[in-house]
Structures are given as C-alpha cells and as structure tokens.
C-alpha cells in the first residue's frame, strides 16, 4: 500500500507528479513536497518539488539508476513546468534502517540574496 504525504496546498502539478509516481514506481511511501515557496517565484507556481520514493522497485539499482527512473517518469514536467527536482530514492530496506530525510537548503538566488 502506497502512502502519500502532502505539505501544504496541493495543486494541479503535485497531483500530476504524485499520480506519475505513484503507477511508474509503486512506492511503498512517497512524499511530494512543494518547496516554491521556499524561492522567488510567484505564488502558486509550482516549480521547485522535493519528492521521497521508497520502491522495491529500486532495488539492486544505483542512485543514478533511481534517479533516472524519476526523470523518465516525470520527462514532459521537468522539460516543461519544474524548475528544480531533489530525489531521495530508497529502497524499503534502506528506508527502514535510516530514515533520515535530507531537507533542501533555503534559496538564495535572486532578490533572496540581496535580501
């Protein structure tokens, strides 16, 4: 069973990546969180994500496997709607033994910085 957990307000693009995910990968647990607030973008647009895939699917794979497992899933939306994607892909063993959940640092660019 997969398990989902949303942060925040969930719009047409994190519906769009948590459906992809969830039939390309079926993961035992998946996060998709929307961190745009987190960067100088307009309000709702939805283009910086962070996502936490743990899939059996996974398994016997590098992490440049995973990853690219993601990015076939999510081909159209990353060439065309997000800006940025972090990936923490684990397998259900790895998950069990560390689930320790790498938080994406605060941006900076753009009028942050001179902030």
């Given amino acids: 069973m997969s398990e ?3 942060t925040g307000e969930s719009g047409a693009m994190y519906r769009r990546i948590e459906s992809k995910v969830l039939a390309g990968l079926q993961p035992v647990h998946l996060e998709v969180i929307d961190e745009s607030y987190m960067h100088s973008v307009p309000a ?3 283009s910086h994500f962070r996502l936490l895939i743990v899939s059996e699917r ?4 590098s992490a440049v496997q995973r990853h690219q497992a993601v990015y076939a899933i999510l081909a159209d939306e990353v060439r065309n709607h997000i800006h940025a994607l972090g990936l923490q ?4 063993g790895e998950w069990q033994t560390d689930q320790a959940r790498n938080e994406s640092p ?4 753009g009028s942050k910085a001179e902030a």
């Fill in 4 to 6: 989902t957990l949303a």
């Fill in 58 to 61: 996974f398994e016997g794979k």
């Fill in 44 to 46: 709702g647009a939805e």
């Fill in 106 to 109: 605060e941006c900076l660019g």
């Fill in 89 to 92: 892909t684990l397998t259900p």
